[in-house]
């Protein structure tokens, strides 16, 4: 029942790894983009609700009414002002670029708010949990966490394939140059996409602030949950992304059964068996 | 009609004779210099040595890695099991660290080449991670806190403390000027050549005839075995261990890309201008601890942005400056 039980919690932590992933996804699914500081600006919008709940008074999650508008926006100014004067044929500008931002984001929080590591309080919905089966608890907090993974990767699915902004996405993404022979303004829609990335970083962010402490040197780690869960479900599929946070959770949690030590090195073991067996990912998108 | 090809300026010759004696003057360090002098100049060589590595990898081979931690700490930890649970005289370990972390990049090789790009980036890294996870589990090496050499094991580098730090000293001398020499050395060759070739056009390469995936699997191996000496010598000269320093994302990635950005990245000159511009700028700017961390990362973009090929590109581009002369050019004979 342990095992059960490290693995009903595995595949519900899975949700939160997927949120890590789904903006990871988009970016690259987009502009062909690999945002290395994506984990610290997670970690960042972590301590953007702290600010926000400790000056309104606000409840955890109702912060998300602040970060996430402020997320988008810092997405939208992020990505004229840096992203789009460096991304082309060559990805090592944009690489470096994004290296250079994850540095200024850890030791910029660093200075603001030392090395202490913070937390949200979201009360009884942070603790209250109902018995599914006997030795197996889930808590209502992971299982919101999983809902909103599922609900975000949702709405990203729909906004891609079936609104107006979508179709300019995957045009975007399939010829930047024709998209831009026919009228669209590729700056401005990576902006957009940006914005939506941040969204949904800002999801994440207040979902981790809330499940466990965090601090300014935490983001590195988030990027590699994210990076694996996407490169395991599959490059460039929404819903792989989910599969992969899924199978990263799952991972980690049968790893953390063993020692606690293993409990991360489980989770890249995982991803690397799957490099070696399955390198597209369970889910490879439809088109190189 | 009588232009004809050189391959060394004037330029290059006076900068050849200008490296010669200053690696004459630094191989003389240990006499004129202090203790503490002759640690900054090892430590710079460290740097100006995955400086060139990590340029031969991403300025010409294309594979950008942000997880070269891995060798750096694989070697740092085969020099500390081999003089800790084998008693080895931790110097002849050195070459043994820089063999066994080649021979470990090709099944490494073999898992992260299936990543692309940015990919292969954090593919590395968690390859590192892995590295570092793993190690901290190893409890006859300290495990996650760490260990450090025994005094008994130190003393068979040499019995007394000059010789000592001189030994260690001119091994980082002779990594650092071995990296410059084997990069130019491997750019003049054939091999290099093609890695020359690669950087100005995959697809070019491949059309005529290049098996890019040879050469970048032989540059990948032979800089993680270059760079598994490295961790080698670092280990020698903090003679203490822990995992999060060994394979440190900081210290052995950011800071080397930061000196390559900075110094210009494709270019042999570019490491060595990044490292020095990289030890004064940590020299007048250190005491401001984090700040300074952020000044680097804001330094690194504003090149990026405004002059991508660090400051050699902007000197070279606008002097035709070549100090280490690895192409051809034509001179006209009027």
């Keep these: 029942m342990e095992w059960m039980n490290a693995i009903v919690q595995g595949v519900l932590v899975g949700g939160l790894y997927a949120l890590f992933a789904a903006g990871l996804s988009l970016i690259f699914g987009v502009m062909r983009l690999v945002n290395i500081a994506h984990g610290d600006l997670i970690v960042a919008a972590a301590y953007l609700a702290w600010v926000i709940i400790n000056a309104t008074g606000l409840p955890a999650l109702a912060s998300l009414v602040l970060v996430l508008p402020i997320a988008a926006a810092a997405g939208y100014l992020l990505q004229l002002a840096i992203f789009n004067r460096v991304l082309g044929k060559d990805i090592l500008p944009p690489l470096l670029v994004s290296f250079g931002l994850s540095v200024i984001l850890q030791n910029g929080l660093l200075v603001m708010f030392t090395v202490d590591s913070h937390k949200l309080h979201a009360g009884a919905l942070e603790t209250g949990s109902f018995e599914l089966m006997p030795g197996i608890d889930i808590g209502y907090f992971p299982l919101l966490t999983f809902a909103t993974a599922i609900a975000a990767i949702l709405g990203l699915q729909v906004m891609f394939y079936h609104t107006a902004l979508g179709r300019a996405f995957r045009a975007t993404s399939d010829d930047a140059e024709i998209a831009l022979l026919m009228g669209l303004d590729t700056r401005k829609i990576y902006a957009t996409a940006m914005a939506i990335c941040m969204a949904v970083v800002a999801l994440a962010g207040v979902f981790l602030a809330i499940r466990s402490n965090f601090d300014p040197f935490m983001g590195p780690g988030r990027l590699i949950f994210g990076f694996e869960a996407v490169i395991i479900g599959g490059l460039g599929n929404l819903w792989g992304t989910l599969v992969g946070g899924v199978a990263l959770g799952v991972a980690q949690g049968l790893g953390a059964e063993i020692d606690p030590g293993w409990q991360v090195l489980a989770g890249h073991l995982a991803f690397l068996a799957m490099l070696a067996l399955r390198p597209r990912g369970l889910f490879p998108r439809m088109a190189g | ?334």
Excluded: H
């Design chain 2, 1 to 334: 009609m009588n232009d004809t090809i050189s391959r060394f300026s004037r330029a290059a010759y006076i900068a050849m004779v200008a490296f010669a004696l200053i690696v004459a003057a630094l191989v003389a360090a240990p006499w004129w210099g202090s203790v503490a002098t002759e640690r900054l100049i090892g430590e710079f060589m460290v740097y100006l040595a995955l400086a060139t590595l990590w340029n031969l990898l991403a300025g010409y081979a294309g594979l950008v890695s942000v997880g070269q931690q891995a060798f750096v700490g694989f070697g740092a930890y085969v020099v500390f099991s081999l003089a800790l649970l084998a008693g080895w005289n931790p110097l002849f370990a050195v070459p043994v660290a820089g063999l066994t972390c080649a021979l470990l990049a090709i099944p490494v090789a073999r898992l992260v080449f299936r990543l692309q790009g940015a990919y292969f980036a954090i593919g590395t890294w968690v390859v590192a991670e892995v590295f570092r996870l793993v190690f901290a589990q190893v409890s006859a090496l300290g495990g996650g806190s760490g260990k450090s050499m025994p005094a008994g094991v130190v003393k068979l580098i040499a019995e007394s403390k000059f010789w000592r730090e001189a030994t260690i000293y001119w091994l980082a001398l002779a990594l650092g000027v071995g990296a410059l020499a084997i990069a130019y050395g491997l750019l003049r060759s054939r091999l290099g050549l093609a890695l020359t070739a690669i950087r100005d056009s995959e697809t070019a390469s491949v059309s005529l005839g290049i098996r890019i995936e040879r050469v970048k699997l032989a540059v990948y191996v032979l800089v993680a075995g270059f760079t598994g000496m490295i961790g080698a010598l670092f280990a020698l000269q903090k003679i203490r261990i822990s995992p999060d320093a060994a394979f440190s994302v900081n210290d052995w990635t950011a800071i080397v890309i930061f000196i390559v950005v900075i110094g210009g990245i494709g270019a042999l000159e570019g490491p060595i201008v990044g490292a020095i511009v990289y030890f004064l700028l940590r020299e007048f700017l250190a005491d401001l601890g984090s700040i300074y961390l952020l000044i680097l990362g804001a330094l690194g973009i504003v090149m990026m942005l405004a002059a991508p090929k660090g400051v050699w590109g902007f000197v070279a581009g606008r002097y035709g400056l070549s100090l280490f002369p690895t192409g051809y050019r034509v001179q006209s004979g009027r």
